[in-house]
């Protein structure tokens, strides 16, 4: 659809395709929607392509679809955008053997992913082939290794590193820096017995 003075050629292409295109020269109007109409199943349902060089799909009603090679790829369903995934069940679904999100920083080449790793939700550092963060399927957090043996097991392979620290840099002398822990006492109707690991801020150097 277009101007008034449009002129829609359709073109035998080759291979059996369908070649359609438009004279008309004005940028504003120079479109061309396909229209699948005359049940109420498919009205509604359009495919245009704008002057901006723009594809436009509109499925009312139905899920907009990718297929390769007729296999499904990729589904639009009313917002959430499924890959691998037929019935996404939020805003990005995505079902695979390795479900991940690659995020490639150029300027800095960079590059991590984030997913599912046999079974364990991580943060991988592919540019050092290293796992930085994992949480497994009892809820085991992991720092430095992706086989945590307790709910936080931190692995640090590095020579003269320390593998946690804490610091506080407030630079207050009344400021601590602690670690407070709490262990359960079955002989005390209070439940807990406090234990703190610190140091205060004025006798310690920096």
Do not use: W
Request: aromatic share 4%; net charge negative; proline share 3%.
């Amino acid at each position: 659809t277009g101007s008034a003075d449009d002129t829609v050629v359709f073109t035998a292409g080759t291979n059996g395709t369908l070649e359609i295109t438009t004279t008309d020269t004005a940028a504003a109007a120079a479109n061309i929607t396909i229209t699948a109409d005359g049940t109420s199943e498919l009205a509604g349902t359009t495919v245009t392509l704008n002057s901006g060089g723009d594809i436009e799909l509109n499925a009312d009603g139905g899920d907009v679809i990718f297929r390769d090679g007729g296999v499904e790829k990729m589904r639009l369903d009313g917002g959430d955008l499924g890959i691998g995934e037929s019935s996404p069940d939020g805003p990005l679904h995505i079902t695979s053997a390795t479900p991940i999100i690659v995020f490639d920083e150029s300027d800095a080449s960079q590059e991590y992913r984030i997913g599912s790793f046999g079974g364990t939700f991580a943060i991988y550092d592919s540019t050092d082939s290293a796992y930085r963060v994992a949480v497994n399927g009892d809820g085991d957090v992991g720092i430095g290794t992706t086989s945590p043996s307790n709910k936080l097991t931190v692995r640090n392979d590095a020579a003269a590193s320390v593998p946690l620290m804490i610091e506080n840099r407030n630079e207050t002398d009344d400021d601590t820096t602690s670690i407070g822990f709490l262990n359960q006492d079955p002989d005390n109707d209070a439940g807990y017995v406090p234990v703190l690991i610190g140091t205060k801020a004025s006798v310690a150097s920096d």
